[in-house]
């Protein structure tokens, strides 16, 4: 690897200095001299005082990530092997846990290495790539991983800035190949994965403890309503935990079948349950001229979302999401209302939950609130890593 110097201006200096590991713009006096992603960066004041190393990748939050602040650490494979022991220790209690098989061994900067996640699914690992940058290190990654993780095989995603698209190749990437769907299981839910199938592979593991919650204490008895469901993972919870009937609605057809699939690996009779193939928006139009109301809605809609009709935005239009939500929810009801936003603090998320309660003339209590769990490390220098935000909501 390459290695060049990146001068950091006087006035953010502190801030490397402090830990804060994101590389941003603003900060490289330099600019103009980065050239190949992937180059080792060594960060420097502009009195040529030493501040960390790290590598030079563009992803959606920056420039690349600092990774030691250590004058004589290199980023080697030695270096990998060092994080990946560490990360492996830090999550000793989830390998001996035969109820739940997946989780996040590596969190990126949360782990010291940002731009790389790694999460393991019963044996298999898979590799989230974040930049072209952190890719140039595959190798050292890879066998780093060989030394220092027991795992049956290894898969991964390229989420590189390649204008929001997903690269689609073959995601296997060495050991053994999965067989698909492999199942894996969280508080003795079970889900099923697919490693080899795009970006999103079925589940999505930051929300176990919130998945938790809802079976054990929000869905005995519960009619329970899922929007942006996906493959119901939330249904499927609610429905193990009692609930007397789930509604799952998402708009991608073959979130059907991925539902019907998770409730029927969970001995769920998912005939008795519903699962709507539909625009959200339209279906709270339906619900309410049905008049159907709702014991627990569950909302987790993506960031940002291009539908035939519309645009959402959880900026933007987040708040007019809990206002028709609140519309189809029954009295003493709860909303789960969750939102992956980095843009969006918790104290901001709460002021749209208090707005749609006031607008729509409602009182309400705030009952549990979540972030993201403990094997999604945060790096407490990086705070705004901590991009899930959950709020258990009762209307009054
Ligand atoms: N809540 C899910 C994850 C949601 S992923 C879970 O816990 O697993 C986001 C989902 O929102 C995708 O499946 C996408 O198809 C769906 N989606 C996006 N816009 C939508 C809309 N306007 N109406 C319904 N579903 C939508």
Known sequence: MTEMTLKIKQKFSHKFKQGQPLI????????????????????????????????????????????????????????????????????????????????????????????????????????????????????????????TVDFKGIYEKKRFNTGGKYI????????????????????????????????????????????????NHYSEGKTVLNTFSYTGAFSVAAALGGARETTSVDL????????????????????AQKIVVQDVFDYFNYAVKKGLSFDTVVLDPPSFARSKKKTFSAEKDYKDLLKQSIAITEKDGVIVASTNAGKVPMARFKGFIDQAFKETGHKYAILEEFTLPHDFAVDPKFPQGNYLKVVFVRKR
Request: proline share 1%; hydrophobic share 35%.
């Open 24 to 147: 941003f713009k603003e900060a490289i006096a330099n600019l103009d001299s980065l050239k190949e992603e992937g180059t080792i960066v060594s960060l420097e004041d502009e009195r040529g005082g030493f501040l960390g190393r790290g590598y030079y990748g563009r992803q959606n939050k920056g420039y690349g990530w600092m990774l030691t602040q250590k004058q004589k650490e290199q980023i080697d494979q030695e270096f990998f092997e060092r994080k990946f022991a560490k990360a492996w220790s830090k999550r000793k209690s989830f390998f001996n846990n035969p109820d739940t098989t997946a989780f996040r061994l590596v969190n990126g900067e949360g782990d010291g290495l940002g731009g790389l996640t790694i999460d393991y699914f019963d044996g298999f690992l898979l590799l989230n790539w974040y930049s072209e940058g952190i890719y140039c290190f595959k190798d050292e990654v890879i066998e780093a991983l060989e030394r």
């Open 168 to 215: 689609d190749d073959d995601d296997f990437v060495t050991g053994e190949r999965g067989e698909f769907p492999l199942i894996i299981k969280e508080n003795g839910i079970q889900f099923a994965v697919y490693l080899n199938e795009g970006a999103m592979v079925g589940v999505f593991l930051d929300q176990r403890d919130v998945r938790r919650k809802i079976r």
């Open 252 to 271: 991608a057809n073959r979130s059907y079948e991925k539902t019907v699939e998770q409730f029927a690996i969970n001995g769920i009779d998912y005939e």
